[in-house]
């Protein structure tokens, strides 16, 4: 199985994925075809800011699994292509925080005292002492426009150096600013009050051009940094602002396009201080990211959770053991309640009762949702069920009751148009031994692999030997049977566990003898 790296990432993330059995390919410099080439056979990819990775590269890796991002903005990823092709995509969204937030403070400081600009002059042999004088960031007002992970470390940073605290950031509590000391305001507020203004949001519609030439005015006489993304900040606009001295200066280090056209207007301008996307390069930043990276490509990989997938049912890791199977009991349940369903879909329900209704069941129902739209979709799993049921305007519903009848915990998955439904619930005996044990109301006992044949049958005496010398005539052997009855001499439901498929003229054949009101047949093998 080949593991693609497009983007340098630390050994420590390689070598725990040759450990783990894979086949790791690097491609540092692969661009166009060669890029499309080398995904081609791949089951993970995992990238940096470097690849850009859009629905014709995903459309090139029919095998892919997962990408997975070593740092933490996937603005370069198109998540929802990703999603649509039923590929994870998953970040490191804590490794490389306090690299990026220590960059901030670095260039906010080499900002303020034009460290870049003296270290030059010296170099080239110059004391060009009197020409500069800096600004203290002690007692002065930071602006941070984005207050997550890498905004509240540097609110810390910076607050402990003496700074006052102003921020701008509408999905963060008020609790959470108070705790760090800092006043949550609009930011046009922000940006009239701060002396320095940086910047933590991630690229989205949102934020793209969030600081154009109105915005740069209102932080007339301040200084502005950029360690977040590139396209946030107009990049014209801020040139102009500190060419002509509306800003002081400003500090770079991501840019709309990277890397950072030798031409643009930024370089011309002597306080503006640059790095190329430096944030996150410190060696423990890249052994953090490597490694988490790789931790997620092998969990996909191995079918087990992706804590930090961005379009995938979240589980927690402890959590796992105990719903795995029946994330398999789900799917199998989905697929039997659409192979014994007529009608049109309009709703599927997943209903959870006894001990598994305590548990986080998102990657249950989307294994259910998988089940019921496997024959519909060539490729769908847990990543994009969700997706393709709000596609097809299938309404997904899950309810949950601590009580359960006989068994600890059931599963029932329920597809109807609103009329007519079809209810399959399953269970597990003895932890983990999945069994059917009731198809619409009747009582039964199926162990769901395999060949399986639904019978529906007026309860007549003679069916099931009629149903066994059909099955038997055309040597397909019997491994189990359980027959559910509502009332003696009403009508059947019989199940029967096959070692061999069943052809569409035995099911005709079945079918044809009066006592029999529907024989269906489903294949529940679990090749795709
Ligand atoms: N230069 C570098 O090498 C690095 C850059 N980064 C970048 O730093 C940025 C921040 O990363 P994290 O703090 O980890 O992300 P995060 O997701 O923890 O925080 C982002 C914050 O921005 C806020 N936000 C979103 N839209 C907003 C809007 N329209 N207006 C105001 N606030 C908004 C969110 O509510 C959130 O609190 C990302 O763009 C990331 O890619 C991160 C690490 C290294
Ligand atoms: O983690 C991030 O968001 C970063 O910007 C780091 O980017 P990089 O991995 O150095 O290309």
New binding site residues.
């Given amino acids: 199985m080949k593991v693609l790296v497009t983007?340098p990432i630390a050994d420590a993330g390689l070598d725990r994925l040759r450990e783990a059995g894979f086949d790791v390919v690097t491609a540092y410099d692969a661009e166009g075809d060669r890029l499309h080439e080398a995904v081609s056979d791949a089951v993970a990819l995992i990238v940096?800011?470097?690849t850009e990775v859009d629905a014709e590269l995903l459309d090139a890796a029919p095998d892919l699994v997962i990408v997975g991002r070593?740092?933490?903005?996937v603005d370069n990823i198109d998540i929802d292509a990703a999603t649509d092709r039923g590929v994870i995509v998953a970040n490191a969204p804590e490794g490389?925080v306090r690299a990026?937030a220590e960059h901030t403070v670095a260039m906010a400081f080499a900002a303020a005292r034009s460290i870049p600009q003296a270290h030059v002059r010296l170099k080239d042999g110059e004391w060009a002492k009197s020409e500069f004088l800096g600004t203290e960031l002690n007692g002065k007002t930071l602006g941070i426009v984005g207050l997550g992970r890498v905004g509240q470390e540097v609110a810390k940073k910076l607050g402990n150096i003496g700074m006052d605290l102003v921020a701008y950031d509408p999905y963060i509590s008020e609790t959470r600013a108070d705790q760090l000391g800092a006043e949550l305001s609009d930011l046009e507020t922000v940006l009239d009050r701060a002396d320095f203004c940086t910047v933590h949001t991630p690229l989205t519609p949102e934020t793209a051009n969030m600081l154009g030439e109105e915005q740069l005015q209102r932080l007339e006489g301040g200084y502005l940094v950029n360690c977040a993304r590139g396209g946030i900040v107009d990049e014209e606009a801020l040139a102009a602002a500190v060419a002509d001295g509306t800003l002081k200066g400003a500090a770079l280090d991501?840019f709309a396009d990277e890397p950072l056209d030798p031409d643009s207007p930024l370089l011309d301008v002597d306080e503006v201080v640059v790095t190329p996307?430096l944030?996150?390069?410190t060696e423990a930043a890249q052994e953090n990211?490597a490694t988490s990276t790789a931790d997620q490509v092998v969990a996909a990989l191995n079918e087990e959770p992706v804590i930090n997938a961005l379009n995938a049912p979240s589980v927690d890791r402890a959590a796992f053991p105990r719903i795995r199977p029946y994330i398999d009991l789900a799917e199998t349940a989905g697929r039997i309640a659409v192979g014994l369903y007529d009608g049109r879909i309009n709703e599927v329900e997943v209903e959870y009762a006894g001990d598994i209704a305590e548990e986080e069941v998102d990657l249950v129902t989307a294994s259910a949702l998988r089940g019921v739209f496997r024959p519909l979709e060539s490729r769908v799993n847990t990543v994009n069920a969700n997706q393709i049921a709000e596609e097809r305007g299938i309404d997904v519903t899950e309810s949950k009751t601590s009580q359960s009848d006989v068994f600890q915990s059931r599963v029932s998955v329920i597809v109807t148009d609103g009329d007519s439904e079809v209810r399959v619930c399953g269970t597990l005996f003895a932890g983990d031994d999945p069994r059917i044990v009731q198809i619409d109301g009747y009582r039964v006992d199926a162990i769901p692999h395999g060949h399986m044949l639904v019978a529906r049958n007026h309860d007549k005496p003679g069916v099931i030997g009629l149903i066994g010398t059909v099955l038997g005539d055309h040597d397909i052997n019997i491994a189990g049977m359980f027959n559910g009855r509502e009332t003696i001499g009403g009508e059947a439901l019989t199940v029967y566990s096959l070692d061999s498929e069943v052809p569409e003229d035995v099911v005709d054949d079945i079918e044809s003898d009066e006592r029999i009101i529907r024989a269906q047949y489903l294949d529940l093998n679990n090749e795709e």
């Fill in positions: 983007d940096r800011s470097g070593a740092g933490i903005g490389n990026a991501v996307h944030g996150a390069s990211v």
